[in-house]
């Protein structure tokens, strides 16, 4: 048994080295896709961040075709729910 659960389930039977899926890439992609659901609170919440750095670098993630958008306005889902 591997050390990443990803290895462990077998996402990377076959894969090459490049294109390996590891439990830190699923919970990127986890975070993004909440992220655009959940103010910056709740991500933290669900996600086990004390901080809201993790969280704020999701959230600009989540919206990549409006980059300024919490860099204008940091306050704007900032509330807590």
Do not use: C
């Not at 080295?17 to 699923?26: E, G, M, V, W, Y």
């Amino acid at each position: 048994m591997g050390i990443d659960p990803a290895d462990n389930l077998g996402f990377n039977k076959g894969r090459d080295k490049r294109n390996r899926i590891s439990f830190h890439i699923i919970r990127h992609t986890v975070a993004t896709n909440l992220a655009r659901q959940l103010d910056i609170r709740g991500l933290m919440d669900i996600m086990g961040w004390r901080v809201a750095e993790g969280a704020a670098e999701r959230l600009v993630r989540a919206f990549p075709a409006r980059p300024g958008r919490y860099h204008r306005n940091p306050g704007h889902r900032l509330a807590a729910a």
